[in-house]
């Protein structure tokens, strides 16, 4: 690793993580001494300053979970946990991630088509790039259920479409929960090619319009070319916000599988700790995602003659 590196990505990453940590244990314990100081107090018991402070971050259900709580609570339901446990973790995770790479590509697909769209007529440029703006100002909570549901019952109903995709209960699901990240995802890749598909400046337009290119040949040599920077910072927005339209979707629905799900157990029983482990999973499946987007990014710019930075 070079020295530059280490200096300028994982000391500052490591400081900040390392300060976020020493917060929140800080957090844990005045969160929790109320209840704990309650709890002594009816126990007849004079703990001593350290004494007291262990036991405010070593309670079965506490208000904030300590660090160490939800590391031990992953590492038990990952790792010593059978993949096809109903209370493994990555069982859950596998479940979430299949909806949000679902919802993710349907979600790239519509945005490119729609950027394709607007970028090579006016009229759609004007009528229909508000309605995009305005599609993300409804809260996500309000309509997933209804966009769960509707399509759930017209998967697994008596239709056209239903006799022609032929998908059993479990796929309808997965369909269903998809569409809400779908929502979620093709708005950033939309922008984001509308931006790059009209980022190459007018000298090389022209230059395209001197060697008599077709508006075809323009599209694919220049504008496409260019706008793959653009689409790949994007889908770093979108892969995670699919993410979290995937756990938005299993929320309403009362599944019974995905990070949702623990969510929603973790809430009905207050066991906080599984709820922050489940968040921390869902955080790091994030963090993974982006990242592989990010090396994919780097890959296909190297291949289209890219320096690295």
């Given at each position: 690793m070079k020295p530059d590196t280490f200096k300028n990505k994982i000391v500052p990453v490591t400081t900040i993580l390392l300060a976020l940590i020493a917060i929140w244990y800080v957090a844990a314990v005045l969160m929790n001494a109320p209840f704990q100081r309650d709890m002594d107090s009816r126990a007849g018991a004079t703990p001593t300053t350290f004494e007291f402070?262990?036991?405010?971050?070593?309670?079965?259900?506490?208000?904030l979970p300590a660090p160490h709580q939800v590391a031990q609570n992953v590492y038990e339901n990952t790792v010593l946990r059978s993949l096809s446990s109903n209370r493994s973790l990555v069982y859950h995770g596998w479940v979430t991630?299949?909806?949000?790479?679902?919802?993710?590509?349907?979600?790239m697909l519509l945005g490119i088509l729609l950027a394709v769209l607007i970028v090579h007529n006016r009229a759609m440029d004007r009528s229909l790039m508000p309605w995009l703006v305005a599609s993300q100002t409804i809260p996500i909570l309000a309509i997933a259920p209804m966009i769960v549901i509707i399509s759930y019952n017209v998967l697994t109903g008596d239709n056209a479409l239903a006799h022609l995709l032929n998908l059993d209960s479990d796929a309808s699901r997965l369909v269903s929960k998809a569409l809400i990240s779908t929502y979620l995802s093709f708005f950033p890749v939309a922008v984001g090619?509308?931006?790059?598909?009209?980022?190459?400046?007018i000298i090389y337009l022209d230059l395209m319009r001197t060697y008599y290119a077709s508006p075809m040949q323009t599209f694919w040599k220049l504008r496409v070319p260019a706008s793959i920077p653009f689409l790949f910072t994007s889908m770093k927005v979108a892969i995670a916000a699919s993410l979290v339209g995937a756990i938005v979707g299993e929320l309403p629905t009362g599944a019974v599988a995905?990070?949702?799900?623990?969510?929603?157990?973790?809430s009905y029983y207050s066991q906080t700790i599984d709820i922050w482990a489940a968040l921390v999973v869902g955080s790091l499946l994030a963090g993974v995602l982006v990242a592989i987007v990010g090396l994919a990014g780097k890959i296909v710019d190297r291949a289209m003659g890219g320096r690295p930075a």
């Open positions: 402070v262990g036991k405010t971050l070593a309670q079965p259900k506490p208000i991630l299949s909806s949000t790479l679902l919802g993710f590509g349907f979600g090619m509308v931006k790059g598909l009209r980022s190459p400046e995905g990070i949702g799900s623990k969510l929603l157990a973790g």
